[in-house]
């Protein structure tokens, strides 16, 4: 990872952060489906990145994502949570010829049958977390089941134009 | 020693990441009401702040609605108070006078909404006004066409609402027309609808009849306005009616709310602490 390379990830870090807090904030498809797209921070962050490293980043984007959203914490510990097994998902769903060191993250190099169990099982434990810590509240089990599913199928469809419409 | 040393070290990624979810779980769970708003006017004063400005525009681009909205609400002012001239000619079935304490029992501030939210499973708003301006936990909050909420935290100059569309939060109800009573609760989505509760099916009730707040409420003065019958039906059990609430306040584009005191509510909460309790 070069450089002028990380610089544009920090970038794009930054910008997925401020679409989240003041574009998506307020904003749901029918009170079910809900776009977190401040998980681009871990599940766009480089392969070689050190894993103490992606924790605290986490740590720092979820609860910054909590002032906003006045939560206070629990933004954070869906984030730390899906940023610390990340290298679990990624050791299940080794490609056929294995990482390099220049693997990056994204559906050109690692094609449909990675891409999208990855994004997938990212967004799923995430939003499962979220969704059932926010409503603290087992009446609302099958209404946090709804939210979770739409809310990933959201996510995956996002993610997926994200990668259609980028440039490198 | 060092062979405790070096697991420490080896194992660094993972107590890192346990300390940091401990941390999170911690303030998630110790986070109570006055910490909310402490937390939201000291350490959340930039995210306010730019909240506040955004919530500013979107005000600009409201207001024709707002405006509407204003005109309408003079409009029905002004025929309440005709309604009222009127009613003190002709008088009551009871000759019944109030004492000037009781008739001036409430009192109305508006309030600028900083921050809401209406998408959580338990919906907050952020109010202008603090108890600089005489605010307390307590007070109700309405806006021009319904119930909104209720304050549970002041700090100075912001003060912390408890939403109706909030799963915790239930309000004391009944229907207009014959007074049958009842309490109305958010079911978790949706937020222009609530359920209406504890309404027996011997009852009457009629899609398109008006819910409003019942007497028996120290938070809320009666007759404040909550929505109509939109869909009827049995609750599962079979002894009540499953009644959805269409609320008459739109949360998505709320932006100004009214806090109403209660200047009696001391001597109300005295008188009835007052009631002999059977051991």
Known sequence: ?168 | MNQLLQFLVRQRGFILFVILELFSLWAIFTYNDYQHTIYFNTNNSIAANILGKIESVKTYHQLLDVNEELSKENARLHNELLQLKNSKVSGGDLPYYASREVANQFQMTAAKIIVQSTQGSQNYLTIDKGTSDGMHPGMAVVSSKGIVGKIISCSEHLSLVISVLNTINSVSAKIKKNGELGFIKWGGWQPEVVDMMDVSKYKKVAKGDTIVTSDFNSVFPPNVPIGVVAKLGLKEDGNFHDIKVLLFTKFNTLRYVYVIKNKLIGQQIKLEESIPKSE
Request: aromatic share 18%; charged share 15%.
């Open chain 1, 1 to 168: 990872m070069n450089a002028k390379g990380n610089i544009k990830l920090v970038f794009s870090f930054l910008l997925a952060l401020l679409i989240q807090v003041f574009l998506l904030r307020d904003m749901g498809i029918g009170g079910m489906a809900f776009l977190f797209i401040y998980t681009y921070v871990v599940i766009k962050a480089p392969l070689d990145i050190n894993k103490s490293l992606l924790v605290i980043l986490a740590f720092f984007a979820g609860w910054l994502v909590d002032w906003f959203y006045d939560t206070h914490g629990l933004h954070a510990f869906a984030l730390v949570l899906i940023a610390f097994f990340r290298s679990f998902i990624l050791n299940v769903l080794t490609p056929a010829n294995g990482y390099d060191d220049r693997s990056k993250i994204n559906l050109k190099e690692m094609t449909w049958l990675w891409y999208l169990p990855y994004v997938g099982s990212m967004l799923l434990i995430h939003h499962s977390v979220l969704f059932f810590l926010e409503a603290s509240d087992w009446s609302l089990f099958g209404l946090s089941l709804l939210k979770i599913f739409f809310s990933t199928l959201l996510g995956l469809v996002v993610f997926v134009l994200l990668e259609l419409f980028a440039k490198d």
